[in-house]
Structure formats: C-alpha cells, structure tokens
C-alpha cells in the first residue's frame, strides 16, 4: 500500500538480523523534579524525574525537522544498577510518563531499585509536541453518538461521512507528521532515547500494543535488547485490519463471560437466571437508551463505552451489574450516568495518535464495501456487542491521508532476542494466538499463559504466580525452562463477588495494582 512520499523510516527498517544504523549523536537527557501539578499528568508524576529528547521527525533525515519526546524517570538506587527499562502501556497512544511510578511502587524494593525506570509519551502523546488532537466531534459531538449499529443504508453511509471528515482534519491539521507515526518511527525513537541515556543495551516493559512495539524494536535492534518483558501480545500477522477483525469475535465471547456471572448472581442483580437472560436484559436498556439517553447525552453508544471495560477486565462486574439492575429495575441510571465519561483532550489526544499509528503501519482496505461485508458477517453471525462500535473506531483507516505499510518485520532473529511473554488465554483485546505467534516469532523467548484468565495486562497485577515469574527474570534474568508449547501455566484467580451497589463507578475499572492498559476499541 505504500508510495514513495510515505515510506519514511518504516521502508528503511533494516532486515530482521541486520545491524541497525547508529541512533544520531543526541545531548543526554536534562532531568529535573516534575513539577507538583503537571499540565496534563496533575499529581500522578509525583517523585519522579522529568526531562525532554529532541529526535527528528523522519529518522532518515537527521538534520531536518524535529519533534519533542516528555520523559519520566524513577532513579535507581544503591550499587546494584542494571541499566535502564523503556516502559509503554499500550494504545498506540496511551500516555506514559506515569508508568515509572506505577512499576516501582509494585515492585519488590531491591528489583524497583535497581534500575532505572524510564517513562514517554511517544512521539504525539501527551507532553510530547506536537500532540496530536483532530475533529473532537467524532468522539463526542456534544450530545449522544449516533447507534454504532446502522439501521439503514444511510445510517451506516452517515458514519461513514463522519470518518471521512476525522481522516480529512487529520491531513490538514498534520501534513507532515502523519507519514511518520508508525511503529517502527516510534521504535527509532526508544532508540534514540537508548543512545540519550548512555546504555549500549535497554530493557523493555510493554502491554498490548507495547508489545508490538518492542517486537518490532527488537527485530530492528537485537543486540541492543537487555531484557524485554511483553504483556498481552499482539498478533503480528494480523496488523492491523485483520486483528480488529479478530477482537469482535474475542469480545463478544468475553462479555459473554460477564452476562454468565450476572446470571450466577442473579439473586443480587436480578438480571436474569440465565446468559441469555442478562444479555437481554442488556439490550432491552441499550434500546431504552437509545430512545431516552440519560441526561440527553448518555445513550445506546455511551451504554456500550461503559461495558467495554467489561471485556478487558472483571474488575468492574459487580459495580457495572449493580449499575445496569438500578436502572432496569428501579428506572434509576445515576450510576449508568456516572460511569460514563466524556472524552477528555487526553483521551482525543490518544484517539488520534492511535489512528495516526495503527493507520499507518500496515495496509487497510480503502474501499467501504470491504469493511461493510466482514462487519456484517460479524454482526450477523452473533458478535453484536462490539463489531460496530470497533469498525466506526477504526473507519478513519479507509480514508487515511498518507498511505499504510509495509508492516514493519517481528522476529526471526534467532536467539539474539528472548523476551518473556505473558499472555490470558480469554483476552480479548489481544487473543491468546498474539502470545502463541510472537513465541514462535522469537525462539529463545518464553510463554507464561495464564489459564482461563480474561483480563488484560497480567503482570504485577496481583496473580502470584505471574508476578513470581515476572519479578524472577527482572531481578536476574531467570527465565522458565524451555517447554514444547507454554513454557509455565498459570491458572487464574476466581472472578469478582457480587456486590450490591454501585460504590466505585467512576470511569473505566482498575486492578488493584499495576499499570493496565486504559481501555479503547482496539489494541491498547
């Protein structure tokens, strides 16, 4: 799908187990404290250290234009140093510069203390400049969205007139940034922040789209990769239409699991006896919704925005069960009301960067009736809770301004690279066969599976066994012994007790610890 005027640095990617050309002599990084009430992080990098890197826009033009790339850093401590962990939570496009912070109070001390921890905002997130913000209306346009679920032809041709206006905004707004968002630009740049701190090799934490990020970067670069811990693995052959594609599917099967727990719990929520029942009693408030929204602005898509937790992660049922029986039983949607959030300018701002990212890396299908055909195949055969709602997120991807792809290489560097891979088998925003691919991608590497687990992000989340392992290769390297297929199995915890109320709705559901990925409609 590329042309010569978008190839950028992802054409000059060299070939798995190539040497990579030297990052450009770049100043090191200028640390100072973060300031107590940061413009767009507030209180949350509180302790840490706070710096800028200067990088080029286009990598294979090093003296030309050049970006601004926000850095954080917890500090190691004591003599024990073992050089420096590059951390991103997802997206592409969820901010970062929080996640050192987040990593060490979870961390046992003596591992937390022996590196250094290092956060960004990649190149259009966040503190970075320039940040990207396009159509804000797309995402919210002041009332409530219009049903993701076309019920006509011109329904659907609606939406797709509003993903033609975000892509336009986006070109006119980002002419020259745009062909230089993908993944291996953004690879480039942790190289260049590598070269910034003075270490030969780093290390690498990444969860979901983070981990397509440092498979890439360690495809790019294998002899610069210490250690590279990658959570909730990406499926590289499916970047990225064919992925969104497979998260339907994945997701409808885990909010499937979520009406199955209600209905266990139906002498709490009174939703149903059955899945089939709660699913119903689901769709009968969506309907509802959709003809009454909630305070004129929470209707049958912002209903879907609140559940989508739901399909990451089981943290949220009983707050989200409680919720939807108030409002079914006792016509009472405060709760309904609260859990939904309007975009902030932080979240439009990962919006675009994710669609500049995942719209850039890899071809898309640029005639409509494509995405019209596998949506309704979806839909029809029974993956009605996200198919819509996913292909309008990513419809600005059939009318992007620059071309897509090629994808950038994952693997294939022999045993250069073994990073640990943690993967539940019931994730849906990254299915089990990401975490099987990858492995096979990367032979030396090893497979931590979680049996039976459904959320997203695993590691230092509170599941022993993980975390053991996990904790283990970060301190001194140790991996699992190699095994045919999984290489350690994990099973996973029980799911979450019923609760009656709605006490903590307040945005999307959290673990009890560890940095997860924030939710969004695909890969984060």
Not at 309 to 319: K, Q
Not at 357 to 374: G, K
Not at 393 to 405: E, T
Not at 420 to 427: F, S, Y
Request: aromatic share 10%.
């Amino acid at each position: 799908m590329p042309s010569i005027i978008g190839l950028g640095a992802a054409a000059l990617a060299p070939a798995p187990g190539a040497a990579a050309a030297a990052a450009p002599a770049l100043a090191a990084v200028a640390w100072k404290p973060c300031p107590k009430n940061d413009p767009v992080e507030k209180d949350a990098l509180r302790g840490l250290q706070c710096g800028t890197l200067r990088v080029p826009l286009d990598h294979a033009r090093p003296g030309g234009e050049k970006i601004t790339l926000a850095l954080t850093r917890a500090r190691h401590k004591g003599a024990d140093y073992q050089g420096a962990v590059l951390l991103n939570r997802g997206g592409p496009g969820a901010h970062g510069r929080d996640m050192p912070a987040l990593i060490t109070d979870v961390l046992p001390a003596k591992v937390a203390d022996s590196y250094d921890w290092i956060g960004f905002d990649p190149r259009g997130v966040g503190a970075s400049r320039p940040a990207l913000v396009c159509d804000p209306s797309y995402q919210d346009p002041g009332r409530p969205r219009a049903d993701t679920v076309p019920a006509s032809a011109a329904a659907e041709r609606a939406w797709v007139a509003r993903a033609k206006r975000y892509a336009a905004d986006c070109g006119r707004r980002y002419p020259r940034m745009l062909a230089h968002m993908g993944t291996a630009d953004w690879a480039r740049d942790m190289d260049a922040i590598r070269a910034a701190l003075g270490q030969e090799q780093i290390s690498y934490f990444g969860y979901s789209y983070g981990t397509y990020l440092g498979a890439v970067y360690a495809t790019m670069y294998p002899g610069r990769v210490r250690r590279m811990v990658l959570d909730s693995v990406v499926k590289p052959s499916g970047v990225w239409y064919g992925d969104n594609l497979d998260q339907n599917v994945a997701f409808e099967k885990r909010i499937r699991a979520f009406y199955g727990w209600a209905a266990a719990h139906d002498g709490t929520y009174r939703l149903g006896k059955t899945r089939k029942a709660v699913e119903a009693s689901y769709f009968k408030a969506r309907k509802a919704l959709k003809k009454h929204p909630l305070k004129k602005r929470v209707g049958a898509s912002e209903l879907d925005d609140v559940f989508l937790s739901d399909g990451y992660a089981d943290y949220g049922w009983p707050e989200h069960a409680a919720a939807l029986s108030r409002y079914l039983r006792k016509h009472d949607g405060t709760a309904l009301y609260k859990a939904w959030q309007r975009p902030t300018k932080l979240d439009q701002n990962n919006y675009a960067v994710y669609t500049a990212v995942q719209c850039r890396d890899a071809a898309w299908p640029r005639d409509w009736a494509t995405w019209h055909r596998d949506n309704t195949r979806l839909y029809r055969q029974g993956n009605r809770f996200e198919t819509w709602s996913n292909a309008w997120y990513n419809a600005p991807c059939a009318f992007w301004p620059v071309p897509g792809g090629p994808a950038p290489a994952v693997g294939g560097v022999a045993d250069l690279t073994a990073p640990l891979l943690v993967q539940a088998t019931e994730d849906a925003a990254t299915p089990y066969d990401g975490g099987v691919e990858t492995h096979r991608r990367f032979p030396a590497s090893r497979l931590i599976v979680q049996a039976g687990g459904g959320n997203h992000g695993v590691s230092l989340s509170g599941d022993p066994c993980v975390d053991r392992a996990v904790i283990a290769y970060l301190a001194d390297g140790a991996l699992p012994p190699d095994r045919s297929g999984p290489d350690l199995v994990c099973k996973a915890g029980p799911p979450p007790a019923a609760s009656r109320e709605a006490r903590r709705l307040r945005g999307p559901a959290r673990p009890p610890a560890g940095p997860v990925a924030a939710p969004a409609r695909a890969t984060s």
